[in-house]
């Protein structure tokens, strides 16, 4: 009899939860946690009903919510006590019987004594003080820098049978982000992102020097926008990028990149959509620029063929208008994995440039980690190149420290 009680139970609290109209579910979910849990007895009710009058009319304010939200706990409140005295055995608990917590005491030692001594705790309210308030300062500009130092490098003897050269390979990576608080400011959207990578290598090959630049790139981007709707804005998007140091060709004294050698600025005006979820694992920017502006600067022409960066012989510069589209996803995959992707491309409806880049870093703790990047151009303006065409690739593995520094 007692197990077919708790069944007639258990299909009583289950038929309740189907029952109760699905707006005090959703709206609830303490109340549905009321509803399931273990009944105590604590009181005898005078009366019970499955609805509860409101005595707030006298009030000048909208409160059906109110009165909505007092007939949910009434209608729980009076279902669990009819419950208790249609089947008092089904009570597992009585408020009154129930043990009463233990009392914290103080046990001291007495050695002369050889004995403990319980005594109860005195607690002096006064050293319980209120914890001073201090206002949080929200911060207009979010700045973010991550600097990091990362090589490759191999040791081999001159006697190794398969032979090969000592190598030492260093990447320096500095990214500093300064972007507009949106919790302050919805409405707008700015961006900037200042970031410098270089890379440096031991050149034995190159009887003219010890070393080689193999990477070396500035780059700035900037984006400003305005709330349309949702996740979309109006937006002025900036980017500029050139090398700063000079790079020669291998076993020449022949310049083959300088500053502004080559060198390039776009400026479009179009729409910029920004999505980044709750926990802030995921963010995406797409901007679509119908409307764009782009030069390419080649600064030394005396020493450097100005072809080479798809401008015109005997000219520094190179104007175009067309239109760009960039977007950028940053995805962190686990808290020591992280995935970033940037895909830019533009055209003037004759030629097409693009990039594509992807950094895949792999944390070992807060200094240290290991990134895979790979950068996959294409530039229709270059001269074409019987094994790429024009097409061009970049990547590297590499291991190393990383600062990183935030400010929320």
């Given at each position: 009899?007692?197990?077919?009680?708790?069944?007639?139970?258990?299909?009583?609290?289950?038929?309740?939860?189907?029952?109760?109209?699905?707006?005090?579910?959703?709206?609830?979910?303490?109340?549905?946690?009321?509803?399931?849990?273990?009944?105590?007895?604590?009181?005898?009710?005078?009366?019970?009903?499955?609805?509860?009058?409101?005595?707030?009319?006298?009030?000048?304010?909208?409160?059906?919510?109110?009165?909505?939200?007092?007939?949910?706990?009434?209608?729980?409140?009076?279902?669990?006590?009819?419950?208790?005295?249609?089947?008092?055995?089904?009570?597992?608990?009585?408020?009154d019987l129930l043990p009463k917590p233990?009392?914290?005491?103080?046990?001291?030692?007495?050695?002369?004594?050889?004995?403990?001594?319980?005594?109860?705790?005195?607690?002096?309210?006064?050293?319980?003080?209120?914890?001073?308030?201090?206002?949080?300062?929200?911060?207009?500009?979010?700045?973010?820098?991550?600097?990091?130092?990362?090589?490759?490098?191999?040791?081999?003897?001159?006697?190794?049978?398969?032979?090969?050269?000592?190598?030492?390979?260093?990447?320096?990576?500095?990214?500093?982000?300064?972007?507009?608080?949106?919790?302050?400011h919805p409405n707008w959207l700015f961006?900037?992102?200042?970031?410098?990578?270089?890379?440096?290598?031991?050149?034995?090959?190159?009887?003219?020097?010890?070393?080689?630049?193999?990477?070396?790139?500035?780059?700035?981007?900037?984006?400003?926008?305005?709330?349309?709707?949702?996740?979309?804005?109006?937006?002025?998007?900036?980017?500029?990028?050139?090398?700063?140091?000079?790079?020669?060709?291998?076993?020449?004294?022949?310049?083959?990149?300088?500053?502004?050698?080559?060198?390039?600025?776009?400026?479009?005006?179009?729409?910029?959509?920004?999505?980044?979820?709750?926990?802030?694992?995921?963010?995406?920017?797409?901007?679509?620029?119908?409307?764009?502006?782009?030069?390419?600067?080649?600064?030394?022409?005396?020493?450097?063929?100005?072809?080479?960066?798809?401008?015109?012989?005997?000219?520094?510069?190179?104007?175009?208008?067309?239109?760009?589209?960039?977007?950028?996803?940053?995805?962190?995959?686990?808290?020591?994995?992280?995935?970033?992707?940037?895909?830019?491309?533009?055209?003037?409806?004759?030629?097409?440039?693009?990039?594509?880049?992807?950094?895949?870093?792999?944390?070992?703790?807060?200094?240290?980690?290991?990134?895979?990047?790979t950068h996959l151009r294409y530039d229709?303006?270059?001269?074409?190149?019987?094994?790429?065409?024009?097409?061009?690739?970049?990547?590297?593995?590499?291991?190393?420290?990383?600062?990183?520094?935030?400010?929320?």
């Open positions: 009899m007692r197990g077919f009680l708790r069944t007639i139970y258990a299909f009583l609290m289950i038929a309740v939860v189907v029952l109760l109209p699905q707006s005090v579910m959703a709206q609830s979910d303490s109340t549905s946690n009321y509803l399931l849990m273990p009944l105590v007895f604590d009181k005898q009710h005078s009366q019970f009903s499955l609805e509860t009058p409101s005595d707030t009319q006298g009030l000048k304010l909208d409160d059906g919510w109110l009165n909505k939200a007092r007939q949910q706990w009434g209608r729980v409140r009076d279902m669990r006590y009819r419950l208790m005295i249609e089947s008092p055995e089904l009570v597992p608990f009585n408020e233990p009392k914290e005491v103080v046990v001291e030692t007495d050695p002369s004594k050889t004995e403990l001594q319980v005594e109860p705790r005195n607690i002096d309210s006064e050293k319980f003080k209120p914890v001073d308030r201090r206002e949080v300062k929200m911060h207009n500009w979010l700045h973010t820098f991550v600097g990091s130092l990362h090589g490759t490098q191999a040791y081999i003897s001159n006697n190794w049978y398969q032979g090969g050269e000592n190598n030492l390979n260093l990447l320096a990576d500095v990214q500093w982000d300064c972007n507009l608080n949106q919790n302050l961006n900037n992102t200042l970031h410098y990578r270089l890379g440096v290598a031991t050149a034995k090959g190159d009887s003219l020097r010890s070393y080689s630049i193999n990477e070396d790139n500035f780059q700035f981007n900037s984006q400003l926008g305005y709330k349309a709707v949702k996740n979309w804005y109006y937006s002025a998007t900036l980017l500029f990028k050139t090398q700063l140091l000079n790079s020669y060709v291998t076993n020449s004294r022949d310049l083959a990149a300088s500053f502004l050698s080559s060198g390039e600025l776009n400026v479009g005006l179009g729409m910029t959509y920004n999505y980044k979820d709750k926990e802030g694992y995921k963010v995406f920017t797409l901007s679509i620029a119908p409307l764009s502006y782009n030069i390419k600067i080649c600064r030394d022409i005396v020493r450097l063929d100005p072809t080479k960066f798809g401008i015109e012989a005997g000219h520094h510069t190179k104007h175009n208008f067309g239109s760009n589209v960039e977007a950028k996803f940053e995805w962190k995959i686990t808290p020591s994995i992280t995935w970033k992707t940037r895909l830019y491309a533009f055209t003037d409806y004759n030629y097409v440039q693009g990039d594509w880049e992807n950094t895949l870093s792999f944390a070992v703790n807060s200094f240290l980690n290991t990134q895979i990047f229709k303006s270059r001269p074409w190149v019987e094994d790429w065409k024009y097409w061009q690739f970049k990547e590297i593995l590499s291991f190393g420290l990383t600062y990183k520094f935030a400010t929320k």
